[in-house]
């Protein structure tokens, strides 16, 4: 509720007033709390905002009794280690005013620790505080300690890496390496952005993962291969608890990594490779749930990981690691593809209703369309209906799920939202994949985690039996009535649906019909600058199709100024293409075109403007990179782990440029700059 209303760079206490009180008026229609309650809330959110560990309690005194309208003191004391009785200051102006000169150095000491000395180092997504990196909690609202834990957890897929390559030059064969693999891409997809904020599970996972080890190390020996050597091939975590594994894991931090690489420049690349390849390991944990796994891309993703094991400042190596993770991300967007069409049939355009049907209802969220069937298997008969929520949504197009009667609509918009939609929703909800965000009390008895998603606190199901899930979806009230008229929105774009329209297309764009396509998507997030891809939709002139994909498609399809909209053809202006697995949509679309018209990609009336969040956004890039694709705008600001001289190589061989003002870069677009 609070970050819509304050705008990104302006973080000034006058806007965060006015955000205050527009927030607590929204509590207040919500939950019904009084006015104290709010402001404990709000003082706990605006912690959060803040990037500082919230106080456990939070005294009278120091709420923020701005919603009241009078000068207030907002206690962050607890958190940077102040004395009570020393508040920060909170008033009209428009900067934090300390009360004495005192305060004044206990926060200039405190800002310059939490850069040199950073409880924690998380810069893996879009969002990462001050564009330079999150520092005592995320903006996620992940943990330092949940945050250390997975640092360590990547460690221990480095040292996998080191074991897997050993294991495969001895001989092992796809079967002896299965159990590595699947925990490989296990592990990695626990530590994408808001999946798993469990500290417990993230442990779970690097102890089951000393025994993999354990258990390739007895096969290379049977085999008489030789075992790898090193300071990460050699790390035994085996038996240590919880605290001792956090211990280890602030050793491993970024910081420290980068440190021992002693090269920027380098390490850079090595973050590039590493989120990109969180991002490859995640959809391929999607390809395994469909009963598909590659070795070949197996081997290829543990080279790259034993690659990064080294601190060697290997600049040449390293950019051939990234490129190669896009090489590997290419292939397994194919495989999943080729697993989704296989399962649940060849994707075709569906109407999905968005609006109310009577009835008992089950929220799905996430990405994982096999717990969606399994989940419509169970309910079959039982009366209640089954719900998609953000990326869930494209499931409507698949005749092999669409074929279930009491799969009656799609409720809700993009993840961000999570807390508002969820705590409306009269039914559970099942978080199959992320995103995730730390629940509300108002649904936290009624949200369920399951695969690699974890919050502690919340029911996990160990299995797709969801029959704790019905139970509780028959106790809910569900929905009282069916809203009518109701409404839809069209999906199942998919590049099988849109290859046979190609001729029409090129005749279009012959024409001028179509002046110029446009694929706008990705990852959508909170910040008040993504309402850029909102506006370019909107701005762009009414005889270009627009194809859109991830959850970023919520910013075009919601727009109501885009709703129905026609190209003087008949065909619809916007196409949406799918979840961000359907990526591969897209470059078949752009690939399939340039061939009709012999030419490449990058001569095609094409534009590219990418929202990225997170790490499965990293891998499509590093694809589109790798396969020669320029001239691709991304924002709403670009990585925060990629330095000026990265980004130079970058720009030099690819112009990839960040967003900027709409109506320039229509311009640039529409010149085909």
Same mark, same amino acid.
């Given at each position: 509720?609070?970050?819509?209303?304050?705008?990104?760079? @302006?973080?000034?206490?006058?806007?965060?007033?006015?955000?205050?009180?527009? #927030?607590?008026?929204?509590?207040?229609?919500?939950?019904?709390?009084?006015?104290?309650?709010?402001?404990?809330?709000?003082?706990? @959110?605006?912690?959060? +905002?803040?990037?500082?560990?919230?106080?456990?309690?939070?005294?009278?005194?120091?709420?923020?009794?701005?919603? =009241?309208?009078?000068?207030?003191?907002?206690?962050?004391?607890?958190?940077?280690?102040?004395?009570?009785?020393?508040?920060?200051?909170?008033?009209?102006?428009?900067?934090?005013?300390?009360?004495?000169?005192?305060?004044?150095?206990?926060?200039?000491?405190?800002?310059?620790?939490?850069?040199?000395?950073?409880?924690?180092?998380?810069?893996?997504?879009?969002?990462?505080?001050?564009?330079?990196?999150?520092?005592?909690?995320?903006?996620?609202?992940?943990?330092?300690?949940?945050?250390?834990?997975?640092?360590?957890?990547?460690?221990?897929?480095?040292?996998? *890496?080191?074991?897997?390559?050993? #294991?495969?030059?001895?001989?092992?064969?796809?079967?002896?390496?299965?159990? #590595?693999?699947?925990?490989?891409?296990?592990?990695?997809? !626990?530590?994408?952005?808001?999946?798993?904020?469990?500290?417990?599970?993230?442990?779970?996972?690097?102890?089951?993962?000393?025994?993999?080890?354990?258990?390739?190390?007895? +096969?290379?020996?049977?085999?008489?291969?030789?075992?790898?050597?090193?300071?990460?091939?050699?790390?035994?975590?085996?038996?240590?608890?919880?605290?001792?594994?956090?211990?280890? !894991?602030?050793?491993?931090?970024?910081?420290?990594?980068?440190?021992?690489?002693?090269?920027?420049?380098?390490?850079?690349?090595?973050?590039?490779?590493?989120?990109?390849?969180?991002?490859?390991?995640?959809?391929?944990?999607?390809?395994?749930?469909?009963?598909?796994?590659?070795?070949?891309?197996?081997?290829?993703?543990?080279?790259?990981?034993?690659?990064?094991?080294?601190?060697?400042?290997?600049?040449?190596?390293?950019?051939?690691?990234?490129?190669?993770?896009?090489?590997?991300?290419?292939?397994?967007?194919?495989?999943?593809?080729?697993?989704?069409?296989?399962?649940?049939?060849?994707?075709?355009?569906?109407?999905? $209703?968005?609006? @109310?049907?009577?009835?008992?209802?089950?929220?799905?969220? *996430?990405?994982?369309?096999?717990?969606?069937?399994?989940?419509?298997?169970?309910?079959?008969?039982?009366?209640?209906?089954?719900?998609?929520?953000?990326?869930?949504?494209?499931?409507?197009?698949?005749?092999?799920?669409?074929?279930?009667?009491?799969?009656?609509?799609?409720?809700?918009?993009?993840?961000?939202?999570?807390?508002?939609?969820?705590?409306?929703?009269?039914?559970?909800?099942?978080?199959?994949?992320?995103?995730?965000?730390?629940?509300?009390?108002? %649904?936290?008895?009624?949200?369920?985690?399951?695969?690699?998603?974890?919050?502690?606190?919340?029911?996990?199901?160990?299995?797709?039996?969801?029959?704790?899930?019905?139970?509780?979806?028959?106790?809910?009230? *569900?929905?009282?009535?069916?809203?009518?008229?109701?409404?839809?929105?069209?999906?199942?774009?998919?590049?099988?649906?849109?290859?046979?329209?190609?001729?029409?297309?090129?005749? =279009?764009?012959?024409?001028?019909?179509?002046?110029?396509?446009?694929?706008?998507?990705?990852?959508?997030?909170?910040?008040?600058?993504? &309402?850029?891809?909102?506006?370019?939709?909107?701005?762009?002139?009414?005889?270009?199709?627009?194809?859109?994909?991830?959850?970023?498609?919520?910013?075009?399809?919601?727009?109501?100024?885009?709703?129905?909209?026609?190209? @003087? &053809?008949?065909?619809?202006?916007?196409?949406?293409?799918?979840?961000?697995?359907?990526?591969?949509?897209?470059?078949?679309?752009?690939?399939?075109?340039?061939?009709?018209?012999?030419?490449?990609?990058?001569?095609?009336?094409?534009?590219?403007?990418?929202?990225?969040?997170?790490?499965?956004?990293?891998?499509?890039?590093?694809?589109?990179?790798?396969? *020669?694709?320029?001239?691709?705008?991304?924002?709403?600001?670009?990585?925060?782990?990629?330095?000026?001289?990265?980004?130079?190589?970058?720009?030099?061989? %690819?112009?990839?440029?960040?967003?900027?003002?709409?109506?320039?870069?229509? $311009?640039?677009?529409?010149?085909?700059?």
């Amino acid at each position: 509720i609070l970050l819509p209303h304050i705008p990104q760079n @302006a973080f000034h206490l006058t806007t965060f007033r006015i955000a205050l009180t527009s #927030a607590s008026h929204h509590i207040h229609q919500i939950t019904g709390k009084t006015k104290n309650n709010i402001a404990t809330m709000l003082s706990r @959110a605006a912690s959060r +905002l803040l990037n500082l560990s919230p106080p456990t309690k939070i005294p009278t005194a120091a709420r923020l009794s701005v919603l =009241a309208g009078s000068s207030s003191h907002f206690s962050c004391s607890t958190a940077i280690g102040m004395p009570r009785s020393n508040p920060i200051c909170v008033s009209n102006a428009t900067r934090i005013a300390p009360s004495n000169e005192s305060c004044r150095r206990a926060m200039a000491t405190a800002a310059s620790d939490s850069i040199s000395n950073p409880a924690m180092f998380c810069r893996q997504c879009e969002q990462t505080q001050d564009h330079i990196a999150c520092r005592s909690v995320g903006i996620c609202g992940k943990t330092a300690e949940t945050s250390a834990m997975q640092d360590g957890l990547v460690h221990a897929m480095k040292c996998m *890496g080191l074991w897997c390559v050993a #294991a495969r030059e001895a001989g092992a064969t796809s079967e002896e390496m299965y159990e #590595a693999n699947w925990w490989t891409l296990r592990s990695a997809f !626990s530590t994408l952005t808001n999946v798993n904020f469990d500290e417990e599970r993230i442990a779970e996972f690097i102890l089951e993962g000393q025994q993999v080890k354990k258990n390739l190390q007895e +096969l290379i020996q049977k085999k008489g291969g030789t075992a790898p050597t090193g300071p990460v091939a050699s790390i035994d975590l085996s038996n240590m608890d919880t605290t001792q594994l956090e211990e280890f !894991s602030y050793t491993v931090s970024v910081p420290k990594l980068q440190e021992a690489m002693g090269n920027d420049d380098c390490f850079s690349l090595v973050e590039i490779a590493t989120y990109g390849a969180k991002g490859v390991c995640a959809y391929a944990a999607h390809c395994h749930q469909l009963g598909f796994m590659d070795e070949e891309v197996m081997a290829g993703l543990h080279e790259v990981l034993a690659k990064l094991a080294s601190s060697e400042a290997d600049m040449n190596g390293l950019l051939a690691n990234v490129l190669r993770v896009g090489e590997l991300n290419g292939k397994v967007l194919a495989m999943l593809d080729e697993a989704h069409a296989t399962k649940f049939g060849v994707p075709e355009p569906t109407q999905c $209703k968005v609006t @109310a049907t009577e009835g008992k209802a089950i929220l799905v969220s *996430g990405h994982d369309l096999m717990d969606l069937e399994e989940l419509l298997k169970q309910t079959e008969g039982t009366g209640v209906n089954v719900y998609t929520h953000g990326e869930m949504l494209p499931a409507h197009g698949y005749p092999g799920l669409k074929k279930y009667p009491h799969l009656v609509g799609n409720f809700g918009t993009a993840w961000q939202n999570q807390k508002f939609e969820f705590s409306t929703f009269p039914g559970p909800i099942v978080v199959t994949t992320n995103c995730i965000l730390e629940p509300r009390r108002a %649904y936290k008895d009624r949200i369920y985690t399951i695969n690699e998603v974890g919050v502690a606190g919340v029911k996990h199901l160990g299995s797709r039996d969801f029959s704790e899930v019905i139970a509780k979806a028959q106790s809910c009230k *569900g929905f009282p009535r069916t809203i009518s008229p109701p409404e839809y929105h069209t999906v199942g774009f998919n590049h099988r649906a849109v290859l046979p329209l190609a001729g029409e297309v090129i005749d =279009a764009v012959s024409k001028g019909v179509i002046s110029r396509i446009f694929l706008i998507g990705g990852c959508d997030g909170s910040q008040f600058d993504r &309402n850029y891809f909102t506006e370019l939709a909107e701005e762009l002139p009414e005889d270009t199709l627009i194809l859109t994909l991830g959850c970023a498609k919520n910013r075009i399809i919601h727009s109501k100024k885009l709703l129905n909209q026609t190209l @003087a &053809n008949g065909m619809p202006r916007v196409m949406d293409m799918g979840q961000c697995n359907d990526s591969y949509s897209a470059i078949v679309v752009a690939t399939e075109l340039a061939k009709a018209l012999k030419c490449t990609v990058n001569d095609l009336p094409l534009s590219l403007c990418l929202s990225h969040l997170e790490q499965k956004a990293a891998a499509v890039l590093l694809t589109l990179l790798q396969m *020669g694709v320029k001239n691709i705008r991304l924002g709403p600001s670009l990585p925060a782990y990629i330095t000026p001289n990265v980004l130079n190589v970058l720009v030099e061989n %690819y112009n990839l440029m960040p967003t900027g003002n709409v109506q320039d870069d229509i $311009k640039g677009m529409m010149a085909g700059q």
